[in-house]
């Protein structure tokens, strides 16, 4: 009598559901591509590198930045970041 081997179901469950649930565990999701609008001469755009980001205004005939404007700036508290991390405990 030959019996043949079966995969659990669960597995496959879990192979199918496992890519999904991947992007959940980052810790910050990045904010999406902002397209510059461009009204008159001035194009007005999204700048920054993730902890600080501004508004810029640029003239189109001179290429020169007009003016910046900080729209948030992310700051990172260490102390936590060891607790939650489990190495140390803040003091």
Do not use: E
């Not at 879990?14 to 999701?29: E, G, I, Q, T």
């Not at 508004?55 to 990172?76: E, M, N, T, Y």
């Amino acid at each position: 009598m030959s019996r043949t081997i079966r995969k659990p179901r669960w597995a496959f469950a879990l192979s199918v559901l496992m890519p999904l649930c991947l992007p959940a565990l980052a810790k910050r999701v990045p904010p999406k591509p902002v397209t510059p609008v461009v009204s008159g001469d001035v194009k007005y755009s999204a700048a920054g590198d993730g902890r600080d980001q501004y508004v810029v205004a640029q003239d189109l005939k001179s290429g020169s930045q007009l003016w910046k404007v900080k729209v948030f700036h992310i700051s990172i508290n260490r102390g936590l970041r060891r607790m939650f991390n489990g190495s140390s405990l803040p003091i």
